[in-house]
């Protein structure tokens, strides 16, 4: 999964991969061209085996391309949480910095702290009351903006990002022939 900063970017990369899959959001909008938005649900149940995937997000994907310069990015989420743990612990890197894109990297988004002080409270073997956390969360602001019936934020998503290690791997980013790069890292349980 390539991530790019502009819209512009993942159009200009679908135009030298035409079989690439794009996806992504401007606003938390699906972008007009784009074959999917953000919804995890809408793509848990895509096909996706063998496609190249582009993405394009208003707060992540921004962040990635912030941090190129970075030792190491990896991308973090409730779903595999105990595997980003894992990985920090095994790379025993001088500093990790957890930062919390927010809303469109402008303002903090409950959802993005909460995650980021689960993982510091995992790191530093701290207690948190994980399930109060999610529970709030689902109920609270953060779940808030979610319906039924909405394409670019369907109720589902919730449930599916908040699914606490569901997966065994990290993404982290590599540059490759000068694009950024999500990898799938499979971390086995310690």
Do not use: Y
């Not at 690439?20 to 085996?49: C, K, Y």
């Not at 207690?127 to 109720?155: N, T, V, Y």
């Not at 590599?174 to 799938?184: D, F, H, N, P, T």
């Amino acid at each position: 999964m390539v991530l790019v900063g502009p819209v512009e970017d993942a159009f200009a990369l679908r135009r030298r991969w035409p079989d690439a899959l794009i996806m992504g959001e401007v606003g938390g909008r699906r972008v007009p061209g784009f074959d999917f938005g953000n919804s995890t649900s809408a793509i848990a149940s895509a096909t996706l085996t063998g496609r190249r995937l582009i993405q394009r997000t208003s707060a992540g994907t921004q962040g990635v391309v912030a941090a190129a310069g970075a030792d190491e990015v990896v991308l973090g989420s409730f779903v595999c949480a105990g595997a980003i743990v894992r990985h920090v612990r095994r790379q025993r890197p001088a500093v990790t910095s957890l930062v919390a894109m927010g809303v469109a990297a402008e303002r903090p988004a409950p959802e993005d702290e909460a995650c980021a002080d689960l993982l510091e409270a995992r790191l530093r073997g701290a207690p948190l009351d994980e399930q109060s956390l999610l529970a709030r969360l689902e109920s609270g602001k953060a779940g808030e903006r979610f319906e039924e019936d909405s394409d670019d934020f369907p109720r589902a998503d919730v449930a599916h990002c908040l699914r606490l290690d569901a997966f065994d791997f990290v993404l982290t980013v590599e540059r490759r022939e000068g694009l950024l790069v999500a990898v799938r890292r499979d971390e086995p349980a310690a």
